[in-house]
């Protein structure tokens, strides 16, 4: 047992040597504990701690907080989708992006670390939409795709930020950058109150540019082992099953939330 816990602390250890110094001391990225704190805390209290906390309340209105928390996620997944144009253009990423890192130091890839950088503090700022979601006591919408997918892009997030800062990553992170712009749009009109409510007609669309999303990163990543790009095929298979497990869950919920019978019990929730 002692020679586990000895064998174990020195694994721990050696991860918070990451792939530079440079992104080791910036916030959050000494250690993989910050992070893992932050992601067991958001689990213990959307799934416990919060709904029996709530449980002999009344649910929270928050419509002045939700206002601005997704105007705020509209501007910053703005931001973070624009900056490959500042960079050079999503063709640039493309073309170093099967090279070895060869540019580590140059200007492209520490703007590349940086954005990244943002990037996760925004998917752990984006743990507040289940919380929200618990404090109004919409519980049924804190289902395992929901709770999943923000978790999993967390610590992937940190992950590949620590290990692999590399230009693969940049793409799926404009992908789904866009992809929220649209989406917080969305959560901003039904967050004004129940007159913007039929501008909302096309939640469906929303939902179908989520699963074309995951399309999308699919073929960007067979490419990536196809041609034998600069990233370990290990890790690209784990990005392939992730991303296939989000476009099963999503088209599930897809199939269930259109089929009809479910669309009343869809706008109730508005």
Same mark, same amino acid.
């Given at each position: ?9 020195? =694994? ?8 530079? !110094?440079?992104?080791?001391?910036? !916030? *959050?990225?000494?250690?993989? @504990? !910050?992070? %893992? ?34 105007? +705020? &996620? ?8 624009? &900056? ?15 090279? +070895? ?14 954005? @990244? ?9 984006? *743990? *507040?939409?289940?919380?929200?979601? #618990?404090?109004?006591?919409? &519980? ?24 692999? !800062?590399?230009? =693969? ?18 959560? %901003? ?17 929303? @939902? ?22 600069? #990233? ?10 992730? #991303? ?27």
């Amino acid at each position: 047992m002692t020679g586990f816990v000895v064998t174990f602390s020195k =694994q721990y250890e050696n991860m918070s040597e990451g792939a530079d !110094p440079i992104i080791d001391h910036w !916030p *959050l990225m000494g250690s993989p @504990t !910050p992070v %893992l704190i932050i992601a067991g805390c958001y689990l213990l209290f959307v799934l416990h701690l919060g709904p029996r906390w709530m449980q002999q309340r009344k649910p929270l209105e928050l419509k002045a907080a939700l206002i601005a928390y997704n105007a +705020a &996620q509209v501007v910053c997944s703005t931001v973070l989708c624009v &900056q490959p144009f500042f960079f050079g253009g999503l063709g640039h990423m493309f073309s170093v992006s099967c090279h +070895a890192n060869s540019v580590v130091n140059s200007d492209l890839q520490l703007t590349i670390w940086k954005c @990244t950088w943002w990037y996760l503090v925004l998917k752990l700022v984006e *743990l *507040l939409d289940t919380v929200f979601f #618990v404090l109004r006591k919409k &519980q049924n919408q804190v289902s395992f795709l929901h709770v999943y997918h923000h978790t999993i892009m967390v610590v992937f997030t940190w992950g590949y930020l620590k290990y692999l !800062p590399g230009t =693969q990553g940049a793409f799926l992170g404009f992908v789904n950058s866009f992809v929220h712009i649209v989406m917080y749009t969305y959560y %901003l009109i039904a967050a004004l109150g129940p007159q913007y409510h039929k501008y909302l007609w096309w939640k469906k669309y929303m @939902t179908t540019l989520q699963l074309m999303q995951f399309g999308i990163m699919l073929v960007y990543l067979f490419l990536i082992i196809t041609f034998q790009c600069s #990233v370990p095929r290990s890790l690209s298979f784990f990005f392939v099953i992730n #991303v296939t497990i989000f476009l099963f869950l999503f088209w599930n919920f897809y199939r269930k939330a259109y089929s009809g019978k479910q669309l009343p019990a869809m706008k109730k929730e508005l």
